[in-house]
Structures are given as C-alpha cells and as structure tokens.
C-alpha cells in the first residue's frame, strides 16, 4: 500500500501469525481498542500465514519468528514475493543481531519485540502503513552493529538458491518429519518430497538428517 492512500475512514487490516493461541489471543484483544485497525484473522504457523495472506490481502501481517512448518522469515519472503504491498511486522522475543538482519533481508517493514508490544504494536503498525518502517532500538542497534562490521555487504551463499519448496522441506525434515509426512502436508507425492530433499542436501553440501538438523539450527531456522 501507497504511502498515505488510506483514506482517514479506511482502517488498518491486520493479520496476525504466531504458533500460541493465548498470544493471538492477547494480540487481538490489545488491538481490538484501535479505532483505526481491524484484525481481520490469524493463523497459527507460517503455512497458514501465507494462505490468509493470499487470500485476505490484509495491508499489514503482524508475524512471529519461530514457528512450526515454516519459521516467520521463511513465510514473510514467501508473502512479499506474491504481494510486495503488504507490510510486515515482525513480532519476536528475540532481539539477536542474526534475527534481526534475516528478517530486513526478507524484506519485513518493523520488527518489535513481544515485551513491548502492549505500549507500541498499535503505533508500530500504523507507522510501517503509513511511513515506511520501524525498527525497536535494540534491533537498530543489531541492524547498525552488522553494518560498521559490513555483514550486510554480501549475505549469499548456498541457502539463498533453494527454491521455496526446498527451504520448506528443509525446516520439515529438521523438525523430524518423514517424507510421507511431508507429502501430506504439502500435497504432493512422496517422491516429489524425496527430490526436493536430495536437491537441497546437495546444494548445501550435507549428507544426512543429523546435518540437516544442525544446519537448521545453526541458521536459526528452528529451535529445540
């Protein structure tokens, strides 16, 4: 959405992505007292994040990070890239520099940590409609900290040319899923699975389950 296109009736629509009904739930209720934002779903992982996102075209997704099925980076790419007019909140309680800068490189709009959320979700979500981006001081601080180390110069490397069904396969298999599972899961048939899990062990270089995990691990693309 266009800087200033909403007119001063429209409200703010809102999608809410996090795994923990009793935080949607609260999200909900401290929303619930803004005249200007309606909270039009929520969904529980990141799968299901992209769906209401394809289906609603909320103007704003407030998103967790970790969650089951695919993590909250792996699902605001996946959102941007169909509709890059939607803003992405990110939501977490992590405040790591490597969280911070994955989710800008995604392309989300404001990332806010939880414990704040109560005074400043509301005002958060109204700024990235309206004027661009908002950042909670501890992730400037990150976002700053990478950039006179000039981590952001170059973030390519081998995880950036998996396909989307390869990176959701990679998450899957890390969190022990096996590739009937996964079939299921996906709507597709268990070789299909089978060759998107070759593909990307190949293209990372790793030889089985174990590695997978660690990998996973290492790029915070799970948690244990």
Known sequence: MKVGAKGAMDKIRVLLADDHAIVRDGLRALLDDADDID????????????????????????????????NG?????????????????????????????????????????????????AEAIRAICHWGAVLHPAAARALVEAYRRCECVERVDSYEHL????????????????????????????????????????????HDRTEVVKYALRRKLIEL
């Open 163 to 206: 396909t989307d069904r390869e990176r959701e396969v990679l998450i899957l298999v890390a969190e022990g899923y096996t590739n009937q599972q996964m079939a299921d899961m996906m709507h597709v048939s268990p070789k299909t699975v089978d060759g998107h899990r070759t593909n990307l062990m190949s293209k990372l270089d790793l």
């Open 73 to 121: 980076i792996e699902a605001t790419r996946r959102i941007l890239k169909v509709h890059p007019e939607v803003r992405v909140l990110i939501l977490s309680q992590h405040q790591d520099q490597k969280y911070v800068l994955d989710a800008v490189w995604a392309g989300a709009a404001g990332y806010l940590l939880k414990r704040d959320a109560g005074a400043e979700l």
């Open 39 to 70: 909270v039009v779903d929520q969904a529980a992982d990141g799968l299901e994040a992209i769906e209401l996102a394809r289906k609603l075209k909320p103007d704003v997704v407030v998103m967790d990070l970790i969650m089951p099925h695919l």
